[in-house]
């Protein structure tokens, strides 16, 4: 099955400065991408995804990259504000219809913005 | 809309006991999940429903059971608990599965087994 590492497990940044949070996958079939975002005592929310026909996508202040060749593929955010405190999961799904369904998350990644 | 709402919030068990969490979601979706959130372990894949009176494993199955008798309702059995299943669990819901519509999860459910 898909395994999806996700690094760092702990990010701590200053104020208005980038972060970045990288994963990587193992099945090469994986071709959809999400990143969601979870505050404390919630669910984790849909932030931002990317398919495997596309190299890039930007929201704002978010971004996300793909690299197929090496299979792994990076959040992007330009000048943190404090409510970009949470922790991160990316997930990779290789569905194929046929009725089989779900995504494999990475272990997430702790966010911290330093006034 | 309420969304995905969880119920309980909160729950300790002893081993050996059973229990039931329930799921239900106003916004018509087909698609509906169930994760388990463990430290450092991220969100692993229980059971899912790809729409009402079906069911089919995940990742992390065993000692679990699942039935989506309507389907705005997704239930998830523990029939003997044990302290492994101490976990946080999420349902989650979607309109046309995870590659072509976002998942909506809930508040999650904190089980304790003791």
């Known amino acids: 099955g898909e395994n999806v590492e996700q690094h760092p497990s702990t990010l701590s940044v200053q104020e208005g400065d980038s972060a970045v949070i990288k994963c990587t996958y193992s099945?090469?079939?994986?071709?959809?991408f999400p990143w969601y975002k979870q505050e404390l005592g919630k669910g984790p929310q849909l932030i931002i995804d990317?398919?495997?026909?596309?190299g890039e996508k930007k929201d704002q202040r978010i971004a996300v990259t793909l690299n197929k060749t090496a299979k792994h593929f990076s959040l992007h955010i330009t000048e943190t504000q404090p409510e970009d405190s949470a922790v991160y999961f990316c997930?990779?799904?290789?569905?194929?219809?046929?009725?089989?369904?779900?995504?494999?998350f990475g272990k997430g990644t702790h966010l911290i913005i330093q006034p | 809309n309420a969304g995905v709402t969880q119920t309980p919030k909160f729950r300790v068990l002893k081993t050996g006991q059973s229990m039931t969490l329930l799921c239900a979601q106003d916004m018509n979706h087909e698609y509906m999940y169930w994760y388990r959130q463990d430290p450092g372990m991220g969100l692993r894949l229980i059971h899912y429903?790809?729409?009402?009176?079906?069911?089919a494993k995940g990742e992390v199955p065993d000692g679990y059971n699942v039935s989506r008798l309507k389907k705005q309702n997704f239930l998830l059995g523990l029939e003997s608990a044990a302290p492994s299943q101490t976990s946080v669990y999420f349902c989650a819901s979607s309109y046309q599965g995870v590659v072509n519509s976002p998942l909506h999860f809930g508040n999650g459910t904190r089980l304790t087994v003791t």
């Open positions: 429903s790809v729409g009402e009176g079906t069911t």
């Open positions: 099945d090469s079939a994986s071709n959809y």
């Open positions: 997930a990779a799904s290789t569905y194929s219809g046929g009725g089989a369904d779900g995504l494999t």
């Open positions: 990317i398919r495997s026909n596309v």
